[in-house]
């Protein structure tokens, strides 16, 4: 995913970059290792975060930074603060129906330029219908 948000779309090098619902910071690290300018990742699991933390210590990256937070809580104060969000939202569909969804919202507002996501191809047409309301 990484690869392609950078080669294809250019969202990556150069850009200030996020990701919601980081966890242990795959998505950040990896993005962050082709050129990112600052990438900065969200979660509310403080155990996820030490060791994203452990992770990005061991690549030795300089450019990515974490904030322990509830990501839904974020829009209004971090509105259009990102060139790109990345991300691979949770979902909850058992107990915690729309998750995904309201990750999807809170990227759309925190993002300048462009929101990649991951999603069940099932979904596709739903989450395309939401977000150009």
Same mark, same amino acid.
């Given at each position: /995913?990484?690869?392609? =948000?950078?080669?294809?779309?250019? %969202? ?6 996020? %990701? ?8 950040? =690290?990896?993005?962050? /290792? $082709? ?12 155990? +996820? $975060? ?5 992770? @990005? ?6 450019? @990515? *930074? /974490? @904030?322990?937070?509830? !990501?839904?809580? $974020?829009?209004? &104060? /971090?509105? #259009?603060?990102?060139?790109?969000? =990345? !991300? *691979?939202?949770?979902?909850?569909? #058992?107990? *915690?129906?729309?998750?995904? !969804? ?9 993002? &300048?330029?462009? @929101?990649?996501? $991951?999603?069940?191809?099932?979904? &596709?047409?739903? =989450?395309? #219908?939401?977000? +150009?309301?």
């Amino acid at each position: /995913m990484s690869y392609t =948000i950078h080669n294809i779309y250019d %969202d990556v090098e150069n850009k200030v970059d996020a %990701d919601l619902g980081c966890g242990c910071g795959v998505l950040s =690290i990896r993005t962050a /290792m $082709l050129a990112a300018g600052f990438y900065v990742g969200f979660d509310t699991d403080e155990d +996820a $975060l030490k060791i994203f933390n452990r992770n @990005v210590e061991e690549f030795e990256l300089t450019n @990515v *930074n /974490m @904030v322990h937070c509830d !990501m839904c809580s $974020l829009s209004n &104060r /971090m509105s #259009k603060s990102f060139d790109t969000v =990345i !991300m *691979n939202p949770p979902f909850w569909t #058992k107990n *915690n129906k729309g998750t995904d !969804m309201a990750f999807l919202k809170t990227a759309l507002e925190m993002a &300048r330029t462009a @929101v990649h996501s $991951l999603h069940k191809s099932s979904t &596709r047409e739903h =989450i395309q #219908k939401k977000a +150009a309301e």
